[in-house]
């Protein structure tokens, strides 16, 4: 693809956002499923984030097709952990060149040499204009890696962070982000706050995208201490 074929920008869309809650005939279960995202990268790369729990196949497929795709026409799956609802249909993407499930890269039964430096700054490009990175950001789990999009559509950066944040009133409230589990919460706390100072927008893991401005990214920082 030459230069003058590239798009201006990623295009991000949230296919369906995510939810969190306590179940009402129970109150020690939750329900819960993933906030899921497209990314269409300017290079032709498609790739979705967090792929909703395995009973949402055709629910999924019916998202994609209301962006003029079907499964086959992803070429990238990424979920930013392994919790079933956020790796459920994943079985769709057979034809994807890699999955990538929180730190762990694979294609079939090959896993590939992702994230394997022992750097923890580590960063994987998605598309070949490197404006589509995957971090690790540990915390909810250890392996737990969120998308980075510079050059969207919105007119900022970004964040597609699975967990790290639950939704935008955990910035707030840290009971829930903390309540929903958290392997290591005092990492999780520093990487909340280095993904708000790179970015313009979070797509957290249990609810709609919401901006990121000054007075956010002073919240999280003063956390931190």
Do not use: Y
């Given at each position: 693809m030459s230069t003058s074929d590239l798009a201006p920008h990623n295009q991000v869309t949230v296919l369906q956002d995510g939810y969190s809650y306590e179940d009402s005939g129970n109150e020690s279960?939750?329900?819960?499923?993933?906030?899921?995202?497209?990314?269409?990268?300017?290079d032709g790369t498609n790739v979705i984030v967090d792929t909703m729990t395995a009973w949402d196949g055709e629910h999924l497929k019916t998202l994609l097709?209301?962006?003029?795709?079907e499964p086959k026409d992803i070429h990238v799956v990424v979920c930013t952990h392994g919790h079933s609802d956020h790796i459920g249909c994943n079985y769709l993407f057979q034809t994807a060149r890699m999955h990538l499930v929180g730190a762990?890269?694979?294609?079939r039964d090959l896993y590939l040499d992702h994230f394997g430096s022992g750097d923890e700054?580590?960063?994987?490009?998605?598309?070949?204009?490197?404006?589509?990175?995957?971090?690790?950001?540990?915390g909810h789990t250890l392996s737990c890696v969120s998308v980075i999009v510079t050059n969207s559509q919105l007119?900022?950066?970004?964040?597609?962070?699975?967990?790290?944040?639950?939704?935008?009133?955990?910035?707030?409230?840290?009971?829930?982000?903390?309540?929903?589990g958290s392997e290591d919460a005092k990492r999780q706390v520093e990487e909340r706050s280095k993904m708000a100072e790179v970015c313009d927008f979070i797509v957290p893991g249990h609810g709609p995208m919401f901006p990121v401005n000054a007075t956010v990214r002073s919240k999280l920082k003063i956390q931190i201490k």
């Open positions: 279960h939750m329900r819960a499923n993933c906030t899921s995202t497209l990314i269409r990268c300017r097709q209301g962006q003029g795709l762990c890269a694979s294609n700054a580590e960063e994987l490009a998605l598309d070949s204009n490197k404006e589509v990175l995957v971090r690790r950001t540990p007119g900022g950066t970004v964040g597609i962070t699975g967990d790290l944040f639950e939704r935008q009133e955990d910035i707030d409230d840290d009971s829930i982000w903390r309540n929903a």
